[in-house]
C-alpha cells in the first residue's frame, strides 16, 4: 500500500486546514488509518486514527474537540480536518495504514506510512 498525504501549508493560529491521505490499493478499506505528527527534534506523535469502515475514532487528547478524522472507502481516502490551529501544531503530519481494521496509537500499529506533508500556524 503506497500512501500520499497532502493538504499541508502555511495557516494562522485559528485557521483550519484540512489534510487528505490517499491510498493506492483497494485493501486499503479494510485498515484502519492514523495520522501522527513530527516537529523539529521531537519525537513522532500520535494525533488521531479511524477504523476501516469509520465507526471507531481517537484522538489525542491535545487536538481533541479541534481536529476531526474522516474517511471515504470509494476514494480510498482519509481526512483529517484541522479546526482553530494553533503555533504547537506545526509538524510534518503523516498517515499510516494498520496491520489491523482497528488502529491504534502506537507507531508499531502501522506498517504502511505516507511521505508527509508539513503544516505550519504562524502566532
Known amino acids: 500500500v503506497q500512501l500520499q498525504a497532502s493538504g499541508g501549508g502555511l495557516e494562522q493560529a485559528g485557521g483550519s486546514l484540512r489534510l487528505s491521505c490517499t491510498a493506492s490499493?483497494?485493501?486499503?478499506?479494510?485498515?484502519?488509518v492514523g495520522w501522527f505528527r513530527q516537529a523539529p527534534g521531537k519525537e513522532r506523535e500520535f494525533v488521531a486514527s479511524?477504523?476501516?469502515?469509520?465507526?471507531?475514532?481517537s484522538y489525542a487528547s491535545s487536538v481533541k474537540g479541534r481536529f476531526t478524522v474522516s474517511r471515504d472507502n470509494a476514494k480510498y481516502t482519509v481526512y483529517l480536518h484541522m479546526n482553530s490551529l494553533k503555533p504547537e501544531d506545526t509538524a510534518v503530519y503523516y498517515c499510516a495504514a494498520a496491520r489491523t481494521a482497528l488502529a491504534g496509537g502506537r507507531v508499531a500499529d502501522y506498517n504502511y506510512w505516507g511521505q508527509g506533508t508539513q503544516v505550519t500556524v504562524s502566532s
Open positions: 490499493r483497494r485493501t486499503f478499506s479494510n485498515n484502519g
Open positions: 479511524i477504523s476501516w469502515n469509520g465507526g471507531y475514532t
